[in-house]
C-alpha cells in the first residue's frame, strides 16, 4: 500500500490505499519508513515527493482498528502504532534530502502531522487538513505539538488542536500550514517542476541548507554563522562549486554531481 519509484533525481512515495482515503493500516507506517530509508540512501536521488493516491492525502489513523485496541485494551499494540509514526517523522526531518508534501487532498490526524513534518508543502486548492484526534477523544501525535506552532504560532496551534476543526486550503496558506496553493489539476507538474529545481542543484550544499534551517531553531546566531562558515566551506571545496563557478563564467546551466 506504498509505492515508491525514481525518475530524474526524484523519489514519489505514494500512499496508495485510496478505499479509505489513504489512512493507515496494516504495515503501512512501516513500509514508509522503509521508503524514506532506502530514499535516504538511495545517491540517485536528491529530493523526495509524498503524496496519496486518489482524492485523498492521508485521513490518519484507521479509526476501526484502533477502537479494536482500544477495546480490548491493548495498549502494547497501540504503542507500536505510536513508535511508528515517530520514526516516519524523525526520518523525514533527519535525513538530509528535502521532503515536498503534496497535498492533493484530505490530510487528517497523522496525515496532517505527516505533511507538517515534510520540508515544504504544496497543496490543492481542495485540501483540508486537520488535527483531527480530539473528534475521538485521543491526543495528538506524530509530533504534531512540536510542528503546528512553529508554523501556525502557539495560540493558533491550540485552536487548530483542541477543536480539531478541519482547515481548508486558502486558511492554510494564510496561517502557514502550507506554502503554496494551487490547482488541484495543476498539482502534479507543479510539485515535480518545484522537486526538479531542487534536485538540479547541488546536493551537498543543498543538505546542509535543510541541516542548517534545522539547527537554527535551537542556535544562537554567533553559532548559526559558524555552522553557515563551516557548510560553505565544505562547498566551496567541493567539486560542484568548481562546476557552478566553470558554468556562471561559461553562461550555461551547471550539471551538479554531488560531489
Known sequence: MIRKETDNHITTITLNRPEKLNAFSGTMREDLLAALRAAAGDPGCRAVVITGAGRAFCAGGDVEYMSGLQKDGNADAFRNLLDAGRDVVTAIVDMAKPVIASVNGIAAGAGCNLAL???????????????????????????????????????????????????????????????????????????????????????????????????????????????????????????????????????????????
Not at 550544499?205 to 531553531?217: G, T
Open 117 to 259: 513534518a515534510c520540508d515544504y508543502r504544496i497543496a490543492s486548492d481542495t485540501a483540508k487538513l486537520g488535527e483531527t484526534f480530539v473528534r475521538i477523544g485521543i491526543h495528538p501525535d506524530w509530533g504534531g505539538t512540536w510542528l503546528l506552532p512553529r508554523l501556525v504560532g502557539p495560540s493558533r496551534a491550540l485552536e487548530i488542536l483542541m477543536t480539531g476543526r478541519m482547515v481548508d486550503a486558502a486558511e492554510a496558506l494564510s496561517i502557514g500550514m502550507v506554502d503554496r496553493v494551487v490547482p488541484l489539476s495543476e498539482l502534479p507538474l507543479q510539485t515535480t517542476t518545484l522537486a526538479r529545481a531542487i534536485a538540479e542543484g547541488p546536493p551537498i550544499a543543498i543538505a546542509d541548507i535543510k541541516r542548517a534551517l534545522a539547527l537554527s531553531r535551537t542556535n544562537a546566531l554567533r553559532e548559526q554563522i559558524d555552522l553557515e562558515s563551516e557548510h560553505q566551506l565544505r562547498a566551496f571545496l567541493s567539486s560542484d562549486a568548481t562546476e557552478g563557478m566553470a558554468a556562471f563564467f561559461e553562461k550555461r546551466a551547471a550539471r551538479f554531481e554531488g560531489k
